[in-house]
């Protein structure tokens, strides 16, 4: 009886300490995130949201379940997170399924990778969360989903509405910032040669985004145009004049009105070709001398040490002005309908008067004046980019507050 009764003893310490180190043991965390690399803002959802980890929970263990990490974006994450464990091969997918406690969405234009968030909550029954999406009205297995989750943070206030009303009940929704806003990604190096080659002077230029109505992604990918692709290009071909026009007389102004450069720069690989045609091209010659034009493409690092070397930026994309917006640049944003509801978030931190749209032709006639504005007080624009920052920061410590409790064992 005495050695049975030690046994037991021995046993229920045994389990006892495996519990508790159980309970003591990092989180691990899952983001699945990084859908593809031919756009800089596409990228920088990913390491927005680790900076976040790394910021607010910095014990939890962290995997990368990506769609993409190429085109030299792996090499990117590794310097600046060397501790990123990335799953890649169907193996390590697997021990992540089987080893990590938490899986999180990260940020995208919807619930992107619902088929793996959907195996996730099959296959393992473990919480999950989803961090910075657009969702326009979800469809049954979608809003199902959702509601399954222990919170859902919507990047912009029309995707929340668009969920409450489809009827999603996760017990968390609410706004909560793309989370390319925590984007700290740096190239100094090569941001600073470019620069130099370009007589580009810190603090003495603007940054210009073009952009075609929908990314023509038979070109970036080589691949034949189908019937629905045809449709999208006479779309971008009936409107890119009315959509560029004014910016280029924006870039007129402020060449002409202040000491400011303008840079042509792209956030997709197809929009190196659209400023040339669209913006450069149609300069008069002693305007063209002083727009610098960006001739290659780049990487999230890269662009973001020049947005904060930049007295702002304005244009027909999103994702560079929250680039610039995390890290206190002022930022324009120009929208039309084939972008989605995205763009108002500009609303849901502040910057209504920096956000346009282009299919209304009374806030197109306001788009060069702003600009102007923002170019010759920069310390007006320079507050209010400050003050935006500051209530996505807000944001960013509830959500990962939210996030926090979410990890606790049950």
């Not at 910021?55 to 994450?77: C, F, I, K, N, T």
Request: aromatic content about 6%.
């Amino acid at each position: 009886m005495h050695r049975r009764a030690l046994l037991e003893t021995t046993l229920a310490a045994v389990l006892a300490t495996a519990l508790s180190a159980e309970e003591k043991r990092p989180r691990r965390i899952l983001l699945r995130s990084s859908w593809q690399t031919v756009n800089i803002g596409d990228i920088a959802h990913t390491p927005g949201v680790l900076a976040l980890l790394e910021q607010y929970l910095p014990d939890a263990e962290v995997r990368l379940w990506p769609s993409s990490v190429a085109d030299g974006v792996e090499a990117m994450l590794r310097r600046r997170f060397p501790k990123l464990v990335i799953a890649l091969s169907a193996e390590e997918k697997r021990a992540a399924l089987a080893e990590c406690d938490f899986l999180l969405h990260g940020s995208g234009p919807s619930l992107v990778g619902q088929k793996e968030v959907a195996r996730w909550h099959d296959e393992t029954g473990k919480p999950f969360g989803v961090y910075g999406i657009t969702q326009g009205k979800p469809d049954a297995a979608t809003a199902a989903l959702l509601s399954a989750a222990r919170f859902v943070f919507f990047r912009d206030s029309v995707s929340l509405k668009s969920a409450q009303e489809a009827g999603v009940k996760a017990p968390i929704m609410a706004f909560g910032p793309d989370g390319a806003f925590a984007c700290d990604l740096t190239n100094d190096q090569n941001a600073l040669a470019f620069m130099a080659a370009n007589g580009l002077e810190a603090g003495r230029f603007l940054c210009c985004i073009p952009r075609l109505r929908y990314t023509p992604y038979w070109l970036i990918r080589r691949t034949t145009m189908t019937a629905d692709m045809e449709k999208r290009h006479e779309r971008n071909e009936q409107l890119k004049e009315h959509d560029h026009a004014p910016l280029r007389e924006a870039i007129c102004q402020i060449v002409r009105g202040t000491d400011l450069k303008v840079l042509l720069c792209p956030e997709d690989q197809s929009q190196m070709a659209v400023g040339r045609e669209m913006l450069l091209n149609k300069l008069p010659d002693d305007v063209r001398a002083k727009v610098v034009w960006r001739e290659k493409y780049w990487l999230t690092d890269e662009a973001v040490s020049t947005y904060t070397r930049s007295a702002g930026l304005f244009g027909l994309e999103m994702h560079s002005p929250i680039l610039c917006i995390g890290h206190g640049i002022p930022a324009i944003v120009c929208r039309f309908a084939e972008q989605t509801s995205k763009g108002f978030m500009w609303r849901d931190i502040g910057l209504d008067d920096w956000l346009f749209d282009m299919d209304n032709e009374d806030e197109v006639a306001r788009v060069v004046p702003a600009v102007l504005a923002l170019a010759k007080d920069p310390a007006a624009a320079r507050a209010k980019a400050e003050a935006a920052r500051e209530r996505v920061r807000e944001h960013q410590r509830r959500t990962m507050g939210v996030l926090a409790e979410s990890l606790r064992l049950p």
